[in-house]
């Protein structure tokens, strides 16, 4: 049985056969990329059925994550939420309309503010994260348990590769000195 990617490669093979040595990143890159784009579409989906954006899950789970009080200053939220600093604003104000979040001022900082969970998105994100648990497990195939850790551990390794880290201090907000 052959993927998508094998038939793309295949054809690759017979249109430039002198390129059949070089073809091997196509194998991962190409099943990443198109693994990405299923499960983007199948989350997206699931996030809709619940009145949700996928980036508003994102923020949601982030602020949740983050322990009492839920909140982040737009900086912690922007590294650990993964979105760009453009769309924090945007993000954050929209989120607020919809009682998700609000901005609270900084006890230490007066002229800082962060963002904090509302108790209406705290019961969101607690109930429809248990779904989405649900829902991703759904998603992948019937794998034995080392099956699961030795895929895990290969695509640790290949996000490490690209410098995908992030330390509990800044996953949370806290200041490394205290974290």
Do not use: C
Not at 25 to 37: E, F, N, W
Not at 60 to 66: E, G
Not at 93 to 118: I, N, Q, Y
Request: without cysteine.
């Amino acid at each position: 049985m052959a993927d998508t990617v094998d038939v793309v490669m295949d054809l690759w093979r017979q249109e430039a056969p002198e390129l059949a040595d070089q073809l091997w990143p196509v194998a991962i890159v190409g099943r990443v990329q198109r693994l990405s784009r299923i499960l983007d579409r199948a989350l997206k989906d699931f996030y809709a059925e619940h009145g949700l954006e996928v980036w508003e899950f994102d923020v949601l789970t982030t602020l949740r994550r983050s322990g009492p009080p839920y909140e982040l200053t737009p900086g912690a939220l922007l590294e650990a939420a993964m979105i760009t600093s453009g769309t924090v604003t945007n993000r954050v104000d929209r989120m607020e309309a919809k009682d998700l979040v609000e901005r609270v001022r900084d006890p230490h900082d007066r002229r800082s503010v962060r963002v904090r969970l509302t108790a209406n998105g705290a019961d969101i994100v607690d109930r429809v994260f248990r779904l989405h648990l649900a829902n991703e497990a759904r998603l992948l195939p019937d794998y034995q348990p080392d099956e699961y850790q030795r895929f895990t551990d290969e695509l640790r390794r290949l996000l490490e590769h690209f410098g995908d880290r992030l330390d509990r201090a800044r996953a949370t907000g806290t200041p490394a000195e205290t974290a």
